[in-house]
Structure formats: C-alpha cells, structure tokens
C-alpha cells in the first residue's frame, strides 16, 4: 500500500515536470513569434521613413526645380541686362562724340534764334496768364452756380416738402365718418348721362335713415312724378329763359323736409339768391353730370357726383337718385315739380357732413364754405345791429354790397310751444335774412322760413297795408296784400327790427371771397404727442405755428383756420350709435388763433414764436367750430373806426377792437399761432387742419414754422463719387514660356494698369447720363440679365452711405421707437434703413468701418421724384420673454440709391431726421475710398467648375492674382461675387493679401511662374508674408430671391458676397498676391467683380 502510495507520487511529479516543460515551450515559440512580429513593424517603419523621405526629396527637388528656374531667369535676365548695359554704353560714348561735333554748330544757330524765342516765350506767356484768369473767372462762375443752385434747390426743397406732406394730409383726411370721400380728379369724377336703366345704379354705401325709415320708402324720382323723365330736371328753367343763374326767384322754391337741417336749407337758399344777384355759379356747378353750360344735369341712370370743398380741398361724394317717400318727397325738396338739385345737394352733403338723413345741427357757415367758398364767421353778434347805429350800417351795406350771406335763429324755449302760430314763427329754428331796407326812421329784414310755410302775422307783415307806407313800399319792392286769405305764405316776410331783435338772438354770417381774391393754404398735422401735453408751456411751444406777411398796413388778410372731420361718426349724428363708445369719442374742441409780432418785423426768422408776452402777442376766442376766422384789416371803416374807446361796447366787439388795434399798423413779417383751450382726453391720433389766407393783395406762401426739438437733424449734402468702373481697362497680354519640373508651358499673362481717379464725368457718363453704365457691365460680366443684378446691389454697396448715431440722454424719462427720414433729391432718389453693429464714429472710408447694413434688393418703383419718406420702427430684442425695444446706442445706415440714370451725378440732396424722442442723433456721412485715393484698379473673373468636382464636399476654388505698387501705399480692396443659382448652400467667399518672399520677380516670365505655381498648388508659398484679409465685421454674404431676370421673363435667384479690407503695402516697387476664393456646391459659375484702390499707381497681372 505504501509503495503505491509513493508510485502515485513520483507519477504526479512526472507528470508536472513535463507540463512545465511544455509551458516553457510554449513561452519560446510565442516571444519569438512576437520578435518576428516587432521586426516587420520595424521594416515597414523604415520602408515608410523611406519612402516620407523620398517624397521631401520631391518637392525638395520641384521647389529647387522651381527655385533654380527662377534664378536661372534671374541670371539670364542680369546676364541679358549687362549686355544692353554695355551696349548703350558705347552707343552714349558715340553721341557724346556726335554731341561735341555738332555743339559748336547748334550753339550759332541757337544764338540767332535767342531774340525770337525771348519774343515767343514772352506772347506764350501772356497767353497762359490769359488762360489762368479765364480758367479763374469760370471756377469762379461755376461756383457761383453752384451756390445759387443750391439756393434754389433749397428754396424749392421747402416748396416741394410742404406740398407733398400736405398732398399726403389731404389724403389722410379722405376717411372719415365711416367713409372715404377722395379728392376730386376731373379725369375720374367728371361723370357723363347714362341713359341705361336696366338696373339703375345704387350706391354701394348704405345711406342711414335710421329714423326715418319706418315712415318712407325709397322712391326713384320717375316714379315720384306723374310724368316722363323728359319732365325731370336737376334745375328748371322759367320762363323760357336758358340761364339758370339769372333765374329770379330760383331761390324762393326751396323748402325743408322732415331733415332737422333748417340752417344748411338757409345756406342754399342763401347760396341760390346769391347766383341769381352776382350770376356766378355757387351750387349748380357742383353736381356731376354737368350740360354744356357746366350746369348740373338730370342722369336717367340714377348716379351722380357732388363736389365738396370738405377737409381742405374739393373731394367727390357719391350719391343715387333713391329719395324718402310717403305721398311724395319727405325731405328738403324744391317746389317746383320735378326738379331735384334741392333733394340730391342735401342727400349727398348729408352723406358727407352729416349722418344720412340721422342729422341734425348743422352749420350755415360750414355748408357755404363747402359749397361755394364763402368765407365763414362764427364770432358775429347779432345784437350789435340794434345796439349800435353804425353796426346796423355797416351790416346793410355788406348785404346791399353783395359781401355777405346771412342765417339768424331764435333760441329754444322762447314759446311754451316749438311753435307761435299767433306770431308765425318756430323756436330753435334758423331762418335766411334775404334783405335789409331803411326808409325813414324804418328798419326791415326780408326774411325765408326754409319750412317754406309760415310768415309773420306781425307789424309789417304781408297784409299789413296800414303800416306799409308808399314810400316803404317803393324801397323793399313790395306790395301787401288785402288779406291774410290772399297771402301766399311761402315763408317769405318782412319784419321791422324792433321786432326782430325780441325773438331772434343769434346769427351767422359768411362773406363773399371776391372780396379778398388772392388766397394762399397749406395743411397740417398737430400730431397727439404735441397737442396732449399737460404742460402749459410745453403745448403752447409745440401748437404749429405759421410765418405770413403783411406789406403795407393797407392790406387786409383774413384766415381762415379749418379743423377737418376725422371721428368715425359725425358730430351732427342724431340717431342711436349701436356702440356708446363710438358717441364717448366724440369731443368739444376749443381752438383759436394767436398773432405775434415780430421785434423785427421785415427780417426773415424762422423760429417759432416763444412766451405769450405782453404787448407782442393776441388771440382770437376760443370757439368749438370746425373752421374759424381771424381778421387783420376791417372793411367798410368809413362808417365808423373801430375802437376801443367806443362807450359801452360789448365784449365781442372790445375783442375785435383790441385785435383790430393790435394789427392795423403792423407791417411785415409775424407769426400765427394755433391754440386749443381745453386738454383733450377722449381725442386720439392726429388732428388734420387747412389754413387758408385770403387778401386783397398778393401774398406770400404761407411758411410752416418747424418745431426745432432736440429731436430734428437736418444735413445738406451731394451724392458721393463713384468709381470709375473703367474695368479691365488698358489690358496688354502677353504669351509666355515658362518650365516647370523639366516640361516646357505655355501661358498667357494679362497686365492691367490702374486708372487715375479723376474728379469729373466718368467715361460711361454723358452730359451727366449714367445708363451706359449698365452697358459697360453688360459687355464684362456677360449678360443684361448679370449687369442689371449686379447694378441692383453694387449701387447700394458703392453708393452713397450716411449713418445716423443715435445716442440716449441720460435725462431722459421717454425714448421714441420710430425715426422718420425724409430725403430731398434734386431729380430723384430713393432711402433704405437699416441698423448696423459696431460701426465707428469717425468719417472715415466705408470699408472698414465697423458693421454691415444688410442691403435689399429695392425696387426701382420705390425711387421718388424730388422727395422720399420712411419710417424706421427700431429693431427690439427678447428680454425675459418679452420683445422689447432696447435704450441704448444705435447706428442707422441710411443708403441713397437711384435709377442709372442718375448714377454717378453729384446732385445735392438733403437729408431730414425726427426722432426717436430721446435720443441725440449724430450723422457721418460715409465716403468710398476712391474719395480718399489716387488710383483704381477695377477687373472683373469668373469662378468656374472644374471637370471631375464633387459638389457634396463644396470644394474651394481659388483665383491668384500678382499686384505691383510702385511705392508703398495703403490699399482697399472690395470683392463682389454674384452666382446665379437656386442653392441654398452659401458660397463662402475669402479673400487674402501677402507679400511675396522669394527670388525677386525680375520680368514677365517670372510673374508667371509665381502664378503657375500657386494656382497648381492651391496656395502661396509658406514664406509668404500674410498683410490682410477681408474684414468679417464688414462683410456679407446674402441670398437674394429672385435676383436674376432671364430673357423669358422668369426669375432666378443669386448669391451677393460683398467682402472688404483694407492694409498697407509697405515696400517701394514691390509685388503682393492676392488669392479670391468660394466654395461650390453647384455648377453655376460664380462672377466675381473686384476694386483696388489705392495712393500709388497698381499693376494687376493674372493667367488667363
């Protein structure tokens, strides 16, 4: 058992001994696996050292391939410059030789001709002072043109800009109670006779008869009359005679309706008897269709045109023939059957005014200056012509005279009843003062009820045959009657004065405009921001004010201040609004008008007036009417002077005495303030107003005072130069040989030479037309379709750049978020805005300035004639959640552009800032380099696909270009590249500058290898110097919808990369590089368009 024990032993130690033999193997065979392993890395390490070595021997041996060739043709070149050394050194020797032979000879003949040339000399010079003086009196005379063209572009800037902002006024006001009422246009409103009616024309506006509608129905004129339309007219002619202005009488056929209008039925029949007594048309040329007497017509198909001098100029109201029936016509009508001017004036200045036939209150002044221009005065008192003796003369004469229209009214409840039928008369009723006589100790008023039904049953009535003297009869050309029976009460009566003045207590007057022939106007905003100003001082300093002049204290000038209608419902509403809202709008507006005097009265101060100072300034009473009247110089003075020492006058009188006083003797220049008395709560927007000055002398235009806040900036200025555009101008090519590595090639230099910058008319320009420009750029970038896309962008690029640099106040507690610039352009021109970051504030050149204006494509259409308008709204950024408009300083890139035309020209234009509140606005206008340099290379390339590309990776392609400079100089280069592609990938255009190191590129073959070289290897060689590149902060690269127009007419869009930078070439007679290159994802080639500028004269060489 022991022995077995001890045989298993020695087995289990066998056993291992062999296993650790086999381990050991084992451990052998795999480490010199592993060292056969490490030595195939350690030869494939060699091999690849060798073969590394082998390819820095290559491009070793081609850059010393390279360099050599370059020596070689450095030597050649020395070698070659040494013999033509040593040849026009002996070819000198020789002349010298020739020179001394033939020295002694030209020295007699020089001598001889020493007199004649002192003579020549002498009359050469005389010639040229000449000249200097002439060219001196020119520039001389130039200049003067210059200035007094500027003058006068100023003179006409001021013209132009009050009347294109008033054209814009007058437009505004086109919309108000609900409707637009457009300006009147002959071309467009001068409707003729239609005779369809099948159907008859309806107007498209609803006309409101909310109160009146459950009692009429809406009848056409054919079917209110019992006979044919033949028997219809607009106006009847008695008595077959064929003037409707001499009708007598015409006046007397008007009668009101169910329409509480009494004082706008008194302005037509005032108007009416006033065509009859000066036979002038005041209504019957205001409807539309007119005959040919310019007499307003009958239309059979129901539609006509009225027009109204509403809001400051004449503007149309469109009306049909639908009139209020029930038994016949409910509103105003005439009384003569069949004729309609009385039914159509009043539906269509109802439309107007008015709210439909849901009106009331109008005014008698307010029609008559609509109608026929009368001149409206609200501040006249109807007691002065009972109260005192020469108020009741003065009032005959003016109506005798024809110089004025009157409306009188007696007050609400002065009857227990609306109506007195013992007396004849109606309260809160207005009636026409047709005449006035004196016979006698007897005063008379004729007077027109518009009801056209009851007359007075009074003193002096119609069949008062006791009273009614011959004498009295003879003055008022009237007969009584024998009884009440027989009067024909058609609300025509007289009335004696003591009478008069117990029942009536009110009046308004409109005067004739004969009077006062020569008229000037102008329309204005006082915008909300002014008028709402709590403070006193502040509303007073920015209410508008005018400058007018007075030449001799003789003439009389009379304004009238028109406020226009712009609510949304007419004050003279009188039905439900639906919306109470729309009625709370709706607000008294006390306005008056100040004079001031200037301390020096004939000099021009345009400045506006400041302070109510005493003894420098008065105003009118505030009243709330729409148009109101101030009066310098009194007519009909003979009768009495008047006066502020009159006994007992009342307060309106003392105001017309102290104004009277205040301007009778004042001669010159002076200032019209307007002033609203109460702050203005439930009022919002704009308030629109038309100034009108009348007088019986010329006048001068009236002169709109400009607020001068802290706000406004103006800056006078010219169009910028432009380049020269004088592309690949001058250009020699040249065929050249050159070796590269052992083989022989063969290639063409193209060396471009700049151009000085001149000063005057380029060579595309004639007589200052720059069209040709787009045909220059058609025959260097290949197409109209590329010359009119690159014009679109390079005028905004290229053009004239003016920034505004807007800074907050510290002190200010309000910061606008609008600017509004206007330019003024001498022919035309158009504005773009845009905001740009971290531009400089020193006028230095535009290329490398600080920040980009991301210019638009803008439109020609949106170029204007003499003036353009925008309003900038200033960008806002998210603060917190919310979109804000940030206070801090901005930079406003304003780009002047116009049409070819115009390009290039050095017009003077004006530029005109307003606003933002709080802000201090500084302007720089920006200059191109060529402004500040001497010379100009301009060239145009292309960047084309290669065969084989792969547009996935959007490889690079790059264009090399050699630049010699003769001295050192500061250089600026803009690189503009356009493709004409669909892709939405950006090209990514660069641009760099270096200063080529190396063997010194003696000749023509040298410059070509330098390019041949780098354009094989992509590169510059790695000793070149980098001095620039382009400057990214005032770059940009932008896709452009629809850039390109094809010759079918369809559009394309196009890339523009604009890329500048600006360095300095810092050696004398030197050579730089210039590598331009993009990516491309597309096969569209890329046109490249590039400018250098520079102090010293450039030299361009390229391979084409």
Known sequence: MKTQIIDAIQIEKLVQIEMEKVAKQQEEQERLRQNEINKQEEQERLRQNEINKQEEEKRKIADEEERQELLRIQREQEELNKKEQEEADERLRNEQEEQKRM???????????????????????????????????????????????????????????????????????????????????????????????????????????????????????????????????????????????????????????????????????????????INKPLLSDKIYPRGPDNIGIYNPYGKYHIRLFINGCYRMIEIDDLLPCFGGIQTARSAETGELWVTLMEKAYLRCVGNGYDSHELDFSEAAFAFSGWLPDHFFKLNLIWEKEYEWKKFMRRFKSKNIIVEVGIPTDIFPDQRNDNLGLVSNHGYAVMDVIECGKTKLLQIRNPHRTAVWRGKYSAWDKQNWTPQLQEAAKFTPVNSEDECQKDGTFFMQLEDFKQYFDHGTISWNPDLLPYRQEIHFAWKEKHYSQSNTNLHEYFAPQFLLYRKQKEQKIWLVLNRHYQTKISPHNNAPTGNEEDRYQQENVYMNMDFFKHSNPQVFEYKRAGGRYVGRMIGSTYMNVYSSLFQIGLFDEDIHQTSLNDEGLTEEQKQKARIHEFTKDYVGYFTIAIGIHNLLVRTHGDLNFSLFAYSDQELNPIQKIKIHHEDDVEFDTHWDPVPMFEFNSGITRRDVSITIKGIKQNKKLSIQNSVGITAGERSWQQNGNGEQLIQKLLFVLGGKNAADAFYSVARFILGTQIDLVMTPRQISSKYGKEIDINAFWENEGGIHISEVDNALDEPQPNIGMGGVAKFPLFEDQLIQTKLSQRTYQLQDQNNDGKQEIAVKKRVLRVSAICRPKFFGRRDAFSLESNGPEGYDVKIIQRHLPCQFCSYELAWTDFI??????????????????????????????????????????????????????????????????????????????????ILFSADQSTSFEKLYPQLYSNADNSKKDGWVLSHQGSGRLDADDTYYGLCVSARQFVADSLTVVSFAWSNSPLKLYKIE
């Open 103 to 277: 020295r002694q000879a030209r020295e007699a003949r020089i001598k001889m001709q020493e007199i004649e040339d002192k003579k020549r000399l002498q009359a050469e010079e005389r010639r040229r002072q000449q000249q200097l003086e002439e060219e001196k009196r020119k520039i001389a005379d130039e200049e003067q043109n210059k200035q007094m063209k500027r003058t006068l572009m100023k003179q006409t800037k001021a013209k132009f800009i009050i009347t294109n902002r008033q054209a814009a006024i007058l437009d505004r006001s086109s919309n108000f109670h609900g409707q637009t009422f457009p300006q009147w246009n002959d071309a467009l409103h001068s409707i003729k006779v239609q005779q369809q009616q099948d159907p008859l024309f309806t107007s498209p506006v609803e006309y409101p008869r909310y109160i009146i509608h459950n009692v009429v129905t809406m009848t056409r004129p054919k079917d209110v009359y019992d006979f044919t339309q033949d028997n219809i007219v607009m106006f009847k002619k008695k008595n077959g005679d064929q003037n409707i202005l001499s009708q007598n009488d015409s006046w007397n056929s008007v009668q009101q309706g169910i329409i509480g209008d009494c004082c706008f039925i008194c302005s037509l029949i005032q108007m009416k008897m006033m065509e009859q007594k």
């Open 944 to 1025: 084309k696909s290669k065969p084989g590309i792969n547009f996935a990776t959007g490889p690079r392609s790059k264009l090399f270009y050699i630049i010699k400079t003769d001295k050192a100089t500061d250089i600026h280069i803009q690189i503009i590249i356009q493709q004409q592609t669909n892709a939405k990938l950006c090209p990514y255009a660069e641009f760099q500058v270096v200063k080529l190191s190396g063997p010194k590129l003696v000749n023509e073959t040298a410059i070509t290898v330098r390019l041949s070289g780098a354009t094989d290897r992509g590169m510059w060689e790695n000793d070149d110097e």
